[in-house]
Protein backbone atom coordinates (compact mmCIF):
# COMPACT_ATOMS: atom_id res chain seq x y z
CA UNK A 1 0.00 0.00 0.00
CA UNK A 2 1.24 3.75 -0.71
CA UNK A 3 2.16 4.58 2.91
CA UNK A 4 -0.11 8.01 1.68
CA UNK A 5 -3.31 6.03 0.88
CA UNK A 6 -4.08 5.96 4.76
CA UNK A 7 -3.74 9.57 4.75
CA UNK A 8 -1.37 10.32 7.10
CA UNK A 9 2.72 10.06 6.40
CA UNK A 10 6.01 10.67 8.29
CA UNK A 11 8.79 11.72 6.29
CA UNK A 12 12.17 12.81 6.24
CA UNK A 13 11.40 15.92 3.70
CA UNK A 14 8.39 16.90 2.61
CA UNK A 15 9.11 19.19 -0.51
CA UNK A 16 5.73 21.36 -1.32
CA UNK A 17 6.29 22.00 -5.38
CA UNK A 18 7.31 19.85 -7.95
CA UNK A 19 8.88 22.79 -10.10
CA UNK A 20 12.42 23.33 -10.61
CA UNK A 21 13.36 24.17 -7.41
CA UNK A 22 11.66 21.28 -5.95
CA UNK A 23 12.53 18.72 -8.37
CA UNK A 24 16.49 20.39 -7.93
CA UNK A 25 16.27 20.33 -4.26
CA UNK A 26 15.18 16.64 -4.10
CA UNK A 27 18.04 15.48 -6.59
CA UNK A 28 20.58 17.59 -4.74
CA UNK A 29 19.75 15.99 -1.33
CA UNK A 30 19.40 12.01 -2.77
CA UNK A 31 22.57 12.43 -4.61
CA UNK A 32 24.30 14.21 -1.44
CA UNK A 33 23.00 12.05 0.82
CA UNK A 34 24.03 8.85 -1.16
CA UNK A 35 28.21 10.15 -1.47
CA UNK A 36 28.17 11.78 2.04
CA UNK A 37 25.75 9.39 4.29
CA UNK A 38 25.09 6.52 2.13
CA UNK A 39 23.52 4.58 5.64
CA UNK A 40 20.95 7.39 6.46
CA UNK A 41 17.44 6.54 5.35
CA UNK A 42 16.47 9.67 3.88
CA UNK A 43 13.28 9.54 2.53
CA UNK A 44 12.26 12.60 0.50
CA UNK A 45 8.33 12.80 -0.44
CA UNK A 46 7.69 15.99 -3.75
CA UNK A 47 3.76 17.22 -3.43
CA UNK A 48 2.59 18.73 -6.33
CA UNK A 49 -0.52 20.42 -7.07
CA UNK A 50 -1.10 19.74 -10.86
CA UNK A 51 -2.46 16.40 -12.00
CA UNK A 52 0.59 15.59 -14.25
CA UNK A 53 3.71 17.26 -15.00
CA UNK A 54 3.22 20.74 -16.50
CA UNK A 55 4.21 22.04 -20.06
CA UNK A 56 3.78 25.65 -18.58
CA UNK A 57 6.65 28.02 -19.47
CA UNK A 58 8.80 29.02 -22.43
CA UNK A 59 12.89 29.26 -22.68
CA UNK A 60 14.89 29.43 -20.49
CA UNK A 61 18.27 30.76 -19.71
CA UNK A 62 20.69 28.74 -18.03
CA UNK A 63 24.29 30.59 -17.07
CA UNK A 64 27.18 28.36 -16.26
CA UNK A 65 26.52 28.73 -12.41
CA UNK A 66 23.80 26.82 -12.89
CA UNK A 67 25.02 24.52 -15.59
CA UNK A 68 27.86 23.33 -13.30
CA UNK A 69 25.54 22.15 -10.95
CA UNK A 70 23.63 20.45 -13.14
CA UNK A 71 26.72 18.62 -14.36
CA UNK A 72 27.41 17.25 -10.86
CA UNK A 73 23.55 15.92 -10.67
CA UNK A 74 25.22 14.57 -14.49
CA UNK A 75 21.76 15.78 -16.15
CA UNK A 76 24.15 18.53 -18.25
CA UNK A 77 25.00 15.92 -21.28
CA UNK A 78 21.07 15.62 -21.68
CA UNK A 79 20.19 19.07 -21.43
CA UNK A 80 23.02 19.91 -23.91
CA UNK A 81 21.40 17.36 -26.39
CA UNK A 82 17.99 19.50 -26.24
CA UNK A 83 19.05 22.79 -25.68
CA UNK A 84 20.98 26.00 -27.71
CA UNK A 85 24.29 27.25 -27.59
CA UNK A 86 23.80 31.15 -29.06
CA UNK A 87 27.32 32.12 -29.96
CA UNK A 88 26.42 35.62 -28.93
CA UNK A 89 23.93 38.11 -27.75
CA UNK A 90 23.30 40.81 -30.51
CA UNK A 91 21.39 44.25 -28.73
CA UNK A 92 19.49 46.51 -31.18
CA UNK A 93 17.65 49.70 -31.06
CA UNK A 94 14.03 48.31 -31.30
CA UNK A 95 12.94 50.98 -33.88
CA UNK A 96 15.73 51.04 -36.51
CA UNK A 97 17.54 47.75 -36.04
CA UNK A 98 20.91 49.17 -35.90
CA UNK A 99 23.07 47.74 -33.10
CA UNK A 100 24.18 48.41 -30.01
CA UNK A 101 26.35 45.80 -28.43
CA UNK A 102 27.73 42.02 -29.20
CA UNK A 103 28.07 40.05 -26.01
CA UNK A 104 30.07 36.84 -26.61
CA UNK A 105 28.89 33.57 -25.15
CA UNK A 106 28.96 30.67 -26.83
CA UNK A 107 32.62 28.59 -27.03
CA UNK A 108 34.30 31.97 -25.07
CA UNK A 109 31.62 31.85 -22.24
CA UNK A 110 32.56 28.04 -21.20
CA UNK A 111 36.34 28.21 -21.93
CA UNK A 112 35.76 31.56 -19.08
CA UNK A 113 33.64 29.45 -16.68
CA UNK A 114 34.38 25.85 -17.58
CA UNK A 115 30.80 25.02 -18.52
CA UNK A 116 28.06 26.48 -20.94
CA UNK A 117 25.68 29.04 -21.59
CA UNK A 118 22.21 27.61 -22.49
CA UNK A 119 19.01 27.93 -23.76
CA UNK A 120 16.23 25.49 -22.71
CA UNK A 121 12.93 24.73 -23.09
CA UNK A 122 10.99 24.88 -19.37
CA UNK A 123 9.63 21.71 -20.19
CA UNK A 124 12.54 20.13 -21.13
CA UNK A 125 14.64 20.99 -18.14
CA UNK A 126 11.84 20.16 -16.25
CA UNK A 127 11.35 16.60 -17.69
CA UNK A 128 14.95 16.15 -17.28
CA UNK A 129 15.00 16.69 -13.42
CA UNK A 130 12.01 14.17 -13.21
CA UNK A 131 13.23 11.63 -15.07
CA UNK A 132 16.28 11.82 -12.69
CA UNK A 133 14.10 12.18 -9.52
CA UNK A 134 11.89 8.97 -10.60
CA UNK A 135 15.17 6.54 -10.96
CA UNK A 136 16.41 7.60 -7.34
CA UNK A 137 14.66 5.30 -5.25
CA UNK A 138 14.27 7.50 -2.26
CA UNK A 139 12.57 10.40 -3.98
CA UNK A 140 8.82 9.97 -4.88
CA UNK A 141 6.61 12.85 -6.60
CA UNK A 142 3.19 12.88 -5.60
CA UNK A 143 0.66 14.78 -8.09
CA UNK A 144 -2.24 15.80 -7.28
CA UNK A 145 -1.40 16.72 -3.91
CA UNK A 146 -2.36 20.82 -3.23
CA UNK A 147 -1.20 22.21 -0.27
CA UNK A 148 -4.20 23.71 1.65
CA UNK A 149 -3.14 24.36 4.86
CA UNK A 150 -1.03 23.79 7.89
CA UNK A 151 -2.08 22.70 11.52
CA UNK A 152 0.79 24.43 13.68
CA UNK A 153 1.12 22.61 17.01
CA UNK A 154 2.90 23.74 19.79
CA UNK A 155 6.46 21.80 18.96
CA UNK A 156 5.65 20.47 15.09
CA UNK A 157 3.51 21.29 11.92
CA UNK A 158 1.63 19.02 9.64
CA UNK A 159 0.45 19.94 5.98
CA UNK A 160 -2.72 19.33 4.69
CA UNK A 161 -3.22 18.28 1.34
CA UNK A 162 -6.44 18.13 -1.06
CA UNK A 163 -5.82 14.98 -3.63
CA UNK A 164 -8.86 13.37 -4.97
CA UNK A 165 -11.85 15.66 -2.80
CA UNK A 166 -9.79 13.92 0.06
CA UNK A 167 -7.77 15.74 3.05
CA UNK A 168 -4.16 14.14 3.32
CA UNK A 169 -2.44 14.89 6.85
CA UNK A 170 1.99 15.14 6.33
CA UNK A 171 4.65 15.11 8.62
CA UNK A 172 8.07 15.71 8.01
CA UNK A 173 11.34 16.60 9.88
CA UNK A 174 12.02 19.23 7.49
CA UNK A 175 10.22 21.04 5.07
CA UNK A 176 11.21 22.73 1.89
CA UNK A 177 8.28 25.00 0.31
CA UNK A 178 9.19 25.21 -3.37
CA UNK A 179 5.88 26.43 -4.52
CA UNK A 180 6.54 29.15 -6.55
CA UNK A 181 5.68 32.89 -6.37
CA UNK A 182 2.51 33.16 -4.82
CA UNK A 183 3.45 30.33 -1.90
CA UNK A 184 0.28 28.83 -1.03
CA UNK A 185 2.44 28.18 2.04
CA UNK A 186 3.39 31.23 2.88
CA UNK A 187 -0.22 32.43 2.48
CA UNK A 188 -1.61 29.30 4.83
CA UNK A 189 0.57 30.65 7.63
CA UNK A 190 -1.63 33.52 7.93
CA UNK A 191 0.91 36.07 8.88
CA UNK A 192 -0.26 39.56 9.13
CA UNK A 193 3.41 40.64 8.13
CA UNK A 194 3.60 38.51 5.18
CA UNK A 195 5.83 40.63 2.66
CA UNK A 196 3.91 39.57 -0.58
CA UNK A 197 5.26 39.91 -3.93
CA UNK A 198 4.01 42.92 -5.63
CA UNK A 199 3.47 43.22 -9.37
CA UNK A 200 5.79 45.04 -10.86
CA UNK A 201 3.85 46.68 -13.68
CA UNK A 202 5.84 44.69 -16.00
CA UNK A 203 4.32 41.81 -18.46
CA UNK A 204 6.01 39.15 -20.68
CA UNK A 205 4.19 37.95 -23.80
CA UNK A 206 5.69 35.17 -24.65
CA UNK A 207 5.21 32.47 -27.30
CA UNK A 208 7.31 29.99 -29.11
CA UNK A 209 7.93 30.61 -32.59
CA UNK A 210 8.71 27.68 -35.43
CA UNK A 211 12.55 28.53 -36.43
CA UNK A 212 12.50 27.76 -40.02
CA UNK A 213 9.84 30.48 -40.60
CA UNK A 214 13.19 32.71 -40.66
CA UNK A 215 15.40 31.13 -42.94
CA UNK A 216 17.88 30.57 -40.05
CA UNK A 217 18.20 34.16 -39.14
CA UNK A 218 18.05 33.33 -35.21
CA UNK A 219 19.60 29.80 -35.03
CA UNK A 220 22.87 31.01 -33.16
CA UNK A 221 22.07 33.95 -31.67
CA UNK A 222 19.84 35.80 -28.68
CA UNK A 223 18.97 38.72 -30.16
CA UNK A 224 17.60 41.88 -27.64
CA UNK A 225 15.38 44.47 -29.46
CA UNK A 226 15.17 47.96 -26.84
CA UNK A 227 12.73 50.71 -26.49
CA UNK A 228 11.16 52.98 -24.47
CA UNK A 229 9.32 50.75 -22.13
CA UNK A 230 9.65 47.74 -23.55
CA UNK A 231 12.28 44.97 -25.13
CA UNK A 232 12.47 42.15 -26.79
CA UNK A 233 14.10 38.82 -26.69
CA UNK A 234 13.97 36.09 -29.27
CA UNK A 235 16.88 32.85 -28.67
CA UNK A 236 16.32 29.24 -30.09
CA UNK A 237 15.85 26.40 -28.02
CA UNK A 238 14.68 22.72 -28.48
CA UNK A 239 18.18 22.64 -30.61
CA UNK A 240 17.20 25.46 -33.06
CA UNK A 241 14.03 24.30 -33.88
CA UNK A 242 11.71 26.57 -32.45
CA UNK A 243 12.35 30.18 -31.10
CA UNK A 244 11.56 31.12 -27.61
CA UNK A 245 9.58 34.89 -28.46
CA UNK A 246 9.35 37.07 -25.43
CA UNK A 247 8.04 40.76 -25.39
CA UNK A 248 8.38 42.80 -22.19
CA UNK A 249 6.23 45.99 -21.84
CA UNK A 250 4.89 48.07 -19.36
CA UNK A 251 1.84 49.19 -17.16
CA UNK A 252 -1.74 47.41 -17.41
CA UNK A 253 -2.63 44.19 -16.25
CA UNK A 254 -3.69 43.21 -12.83
CA UNK A 255 -4.60 39.30 -13.39
CA UNK A 256 -2.39 37.03 -10.55
CA UNK A 257 -2.38 34.08 -12.43
CA UNK A 258 0.59 32.68 -14.95
CA UNK A 259 0.23 32.35 -19.00
CA UNK A 260 -3.51 33.84 -19.60
CA UNK A 261 -3.84 33.56 -23.07
CA UNK A 262 -3.25 36.84 -25.00
CA UNK A 263 -4.68 38.31 -28.53
CA UNK A 264 -1.35 38.88 -31.00
CA UNK A 265 -3.48 42.79 -32.29
CA UNK A 266 -3.12 43.69 -28.66
CA UNK A 267 0.88 43.30 -29.19
CA UNK A 268 0.76 44.58 -32.33
CA UNK A 269 -0.66 47.57 -31.14
CA UNK A 270 1.79 47.62 -28.67
CA UNK A 271 4.78 47.21 -31.66
CA UNK A 272 3.28 49.19 -34.54
CA UNK A 273 6.39 51.10 -34.89
CA UNK A 274 9.02 48.61 -34.30
CA UNK A 275 11.63 47.16 -36.55
CA UNK A 276 10.17 44.95 -39.69
CA UNK A 277 12.17 41.76 -38.65
CA UNK A 278 10.32 42.84 -34.82
CA UNK A 279 6.85 43.19 -36.65
CA UNK A 280 7.59 39.96 -38.96
CA UNK A 281 8.53 37.73 -35.50
CA UNK A 282 5.03 38.81 -34.09
CA UNK A 283 3.21 38.28 -37.15
CA UNK A 284 4.20 34.37 -36.69
CA UNK A 285 3.16 34.21 -33.12
CA UNK A 286 0.47 31.98 -31.97
CA UNK A 287 -0.65 30.68 -28.49
CA UNK A 288 0.49 33.98 -27.38
CA UNK A 289 0.58 33.88 -23.48
CA UNK A 290 0.91 36.88 -20.93
CA UNK A 291 2.95 36.46 -17.62
CA UNK A 292 2.09 39.36 -15.22
CA UNK A 293 5.60 40.11 -13.74
CA UNK A 294 6.05 39.52 -9.77
CA UNK A 295 9.02 40.71 -7.44
CA UNK A 296 9.70 41.15 -3.88
CA UNK A 297 12.15 41.21 -1.01
CA UNK A 298 13.77 37.53 -0.18
CA UNK A 299 11.16 36.58 2.31
CA UNK A 300 12.00 33.06 4.29
CA UNK A 301 9.23 33.57 7.16
CA UNK A 302 10.65 31.73 10.11
CA UNK A 303 7.43 31.43 11.39
CA UNK A 304 7.44 27.53 11.49
CA UNK A 305 11.08 26.65 12.45
CA UNK A 306 11.62 23.37 10.20
CA UNK A 307 10.64 25.04 7.14
CA UNK A 308 12.36 26.11 4.29
CA UNK A 309 11.89 28.46 1.56
CA UNK A 310 13.69 27.79 -1.82
CA UNK A 311 13.26 29.43 -5.22
CA UNK A 312 11.05 31.95 -6.20
CA UNK A 313 9.17 31.23 -3.30
CA UNK A 314 12.09 32.84 -1.17
CA UNK A 315 13.06 35.16 -3.68
CA UNK A 316 10.61 36.39 -6.60
CA UNK A 317 12.55 37.96 -9.52
CA UNK A 318 12.23 39.99 -11.87
CA UNK A 319 13.44 37.84 -15.20
CA UNK A 320 15.57 40.67 -16.66
CA UNK A 321 19.11 39.24 -15.61
CA UNK A 322 17.37 35.66 -16.40
CA UNK A 323 18.60 34.39 -13.16
CA UNK A 324 14.89 32.54 -11.22
CA UNK A 325 15.30 29.19 -12.23
CA UNK A 326 19.17 29.73 -12.00
CA UNK A 327 18.99 30.94 -8.04
CA UNK A 328 16.46 27.92 -7.33
CA UNK A 329 19.07 25.49 -8.47
CA UNK A 330 21.97 27.02 -6.37
CA UNK A 331 19.64 27.22 -3.42
CA UNK A 332 19.22 23.28 -4.01
CA UNK A 333 22.77 22.95 -4.61
CA UNK A 334 23.66 25.37 -1.23
CA UNK A 335 20.97 23.60 1.16
CA UNK A 336 22.31 19.92 0.36
CA UNK A 337 26.23 21.04 0.93
CA UNK A 338 25.35 22.49 4.43
CA UNK A 339 23.12 19.25 5.54
CA UNK A 340 25.74 17.25 4.49
CA UNK A 341 29.17 19.19 5.26
CA UNK A 342 29.28 18.27 8.89
CA UNK A 343 30.30 14.45 10.45
CA UNK A 344 26.88 13.50 11.75
CA UNK A 345 23.49 12.27 10.64
CA UNK A 346 21.02 15.23 10.54
CA UNK A 347 18.04 13.45 10.88
CA UNK A 348 19.22 12.60 14.27
CA UNK A 349 19.71 16.73 15.04
CA UNK A 350 18.03 17.92 17.57
CA UNK A 351 15.16 20.65 16.75
CA UNK A 352 16.97 23.50 17.33
CA UNK A 353 20.50 22.25 15.63
CA UNK A 354 18.34 21.99 12.23
CA UNK A 355 16.45 25.25 12.66
CA UNK A 356 19.88 26.78 12.99
CA UNK A 357 21.09 25.46 10.19
CA UNK A 358 18.46 26.45 8.11
CA UNK A 359 18.63 29.97 9.26
CA UNK A 360 22.54 29.79 8.52
CA UNK A 361 21.34 28.22 4.88
CA UNK A 362 18.76 31.76 4.48
CA UNK A 363 21.84 34.15 5.76
CA UNK A 364 24.41 32.68 3.30
CA UNK A 365 21.84 32.89 0.54
CA UNK A 366 20.80 36.42 1.32
CA UNK A 367 23.36 38.68 -0.25
CA UNK A 368 23.73 36.89 -3.26
CA UNK A 369 19.62 36.56 -4.27
CA UNK A 370 19.33 40.12 -3.44
CA UNK A 371 22.39 41.38 -5.70
CA UNK A 372 21.00 39.48 -8.35
CA UNK A 373 17.52 40.99 -8.28
CA UNK A 374 18.50 44.30 -7.87
CA UNK A 375 20.78 43.56 -11.12
CA UNK A 376 17.27 42.44 -12.51
CA UNK A 377 15.35 45.71 -11.64
CA UNK A 378 18.29 48.13 -12.84
CA UNK A 379 18.74 46.24 -16.18
CA UNK A 380 14.63 46.58 -16.13
CA UNK A 381 15.33 50.11 -16.17
CA UNK A 382 18.15 50.42 -18.60
CA UNK A 383 16.58 48.37 -20.64
CA UNK A 384 13.74 50.27 -21.13
CA UNK A 385 15.06 54.11 -21.31
CA UNK A 386 13.25 56.73 -23.38
CA UNK A 387 15.73 59.16 -26.03
CA UNK A 388 17.65 61.37 -25.02
CA UNK A 389 19.25 58.91 -22.30
CA UNK A 390 18.96 55.99 -24.10
CA UNK A 391 20.92 57.46 -26.80
CA UNK A 392 23.61 58.16 -23.97
CA UNK A 393 23.33 54.37 -23.08
CA UNK A 394 23.87 52.90 -26.70
CA UNK A 395 26.81 55.26 -27.37
CA UNK A 396 28.21 53.57 -23.76
CA UNK A 397 27.27 50.00 -24.80
CA UNK A 398 28.61 50.91 -28.78
CA UNK A 399 32.01 52.00 -27.28
CA UNK A 400 31.99 49.13 -24.74
CA UNK A 401 31.17 46.22 -27.91
CA UNK A 402 33.84 47.51 -29.89
CA UNK A 403 36.98 48.09 -27.51
CA UNK A 404 36.17 45.87 -24.68
CA UNK A 405 33.49 43.35 -25.76
CA UNK A 406 34.80 40.74 -23.17
CA UNK A 407 33.87 43.85 -20.54
CA UNK A 408 30.35 43.36 -20.99
CA UNK A 409 30.04 39.78 -19.96
CA UNK A 410 32.84 39.34 -17.44
CA UNK A 411 31.04 42.35 -15.50
CA UNK A 412 29.05 39.43 -14.73
CA UNK A 413 31.83 37.37 -13.59
CA UNK A 414 30.53 37.76 -9.74
CA UNK A 415 27.64 36.00 -10.94
CA UNK A 416 28.42 33.46 -13.69
CA UNK A 417 31.81 32.20 -12.17
CA UNK A 418 30.83 31.54 -8.62
CA UNK A 419 30.64 27.92 -7.81
CA UNK A 420 27.88 26.11 -6.26
CA UNK A 421 28.77 21.81 -7.34
CA UNK A 422 30.48 20.94 -4.06
CA UNK A 423 28.08 19.49 -2.47
C1 LIG B 1 9.05 35.70 -18.69
C2 LIG B 1 9.97 34.92 -17.79
C3 LIG B 1 11.22 34.57 -18.26
C4 LIG B 1 12.10 33.86 -17.41
N1 LIG B 1 13.34 33.58 -17.88
C5 LIG B 1 14.21 32.95 -17.06
C6 LIG B 1 15.53 32.62 -17.51
O1 LIG B 1 15.89 32.89 -18.66
N2 LIG B 1 16.40 32.01 -16.64
C7 LIG B 1 16.03 31.70 -15.36
O2 LIG B 1 16.88 31.16 -14.61
N3 LIG B 1 14.78 31.99 -14.90
C8 LIG B 1 13.87 32.59 -15.71
N4 LIG B 1 12.62 32.87 -15.27
C9 LIG B 1 12.25 32.53 -13.89
C10 LIG B 1 11.91 31.09 -13.68
O3 LIG B 1 10.93 30.63 -14.58
C11 LIG B 1 11.42 30.91 -12.24
O4 LIG B 1 12.24 31.64 -11.37
C12 LIG B 1 11.51 29.46 -11.86
O5 LIG B 1 10.67 28.67 -12.68
C13 LIG B 1 11.10 29.28 -10.39
O6 LIG B 1 11.06 27.94 -10.07
P1 LIG B 1 10.28 27.46 -8.77
O7 LIG B 1 10.41 25.98 -8.76
O8 LIG B 1 10.72 28.25 -7.60
O9 LIG B 1 8.76 27.87 -9.02
P2 LIG B 1 7.74 27.26 -10.09
O10 LIG B 1 8.42 26.85 -11.33
O11 LIG B 1 6.63 28.26 -10.17
O12 LIG B 1 7.20 25.93 -9.39
C14 LIG B 1 6.33 25.95 -8.29
C15 LIG B 1 5.60 24.62 -8.25
O13 LIG B 1 4.77 24.58 -7.09
C16 LIG B 1 3.51 24.04 -7.44
N5 LIG B 1 2.51 24.52 -6.49
C17 LIG B 1 1.98 25.76 -6.42
N6 LIG B 1 1.04 25.80 -5.45
C18 LIG B 1 1.01 24.56 -4.90
C19 LIG B 1 0.24 23.99 -3.83
N7 LIG B 1 -0.72 24.68 -3.19
N8 LIG B 1 0.45 22.69 -3.49
C20 LIG B 1 1.41 21.95 -4.16
N9 LIG B 1 2.13 22.45 -5.19
C21 LIG B 1 1.95 23.74 -5.53
C22 LIG B 1 3.28 24.55 -8.86
O14 LIG B 1 2.30 23.80 -9.54
C23 LIG B 1 4.67 24.43 -9.46
O15 LIG B 1 4.88 23.16 -10.03
C24 LIG B 1 11.70 33.52 -16.09
C25 LIG B 1 10.41 33.83 -15.64
C26 LIG B 1 9.55 34.52 -16.49
C27 LIG B 1 8.17 34.85 -16.00
Given amino acids: MNPLDDGKFDNSISIIGGGIAGLTAA ?98 LHAILLDAVNKRSNIKVNFNYELIGINQFADHAELIFENHGQQKYINAQLYIAADGVWSPTKQALNLKNLNKPQFSQHIAWRTLLDADKFANKYKTTTHVWLGSQAHIIVYPISQGRKLNFVAFTEGGFKQKSWAQPADVEDLKTHLSDWHPDVQNLVSQAKDLKIWPLCAGEPEYQQAISNFLYVGDAAHPTLPYQAQGAAMAIEDAACLANLLYSQNDDWLTWPAEKLANNLRMFEASRDARVTKTQKTAQQNAKIFHLSPPISWARDVYLKFISKFLRQRLLSRLDWLYAKRYDNF
Fill in 27 to 124: LCLSLTAKNKHPKQQLNIQIFEATKRPTEEGAGLQLSPNVTHILRKLNLLDDLIAKAGQPDNIIMADGKTGRQIADIPLGAYATKRYGAPYLVVHRRD
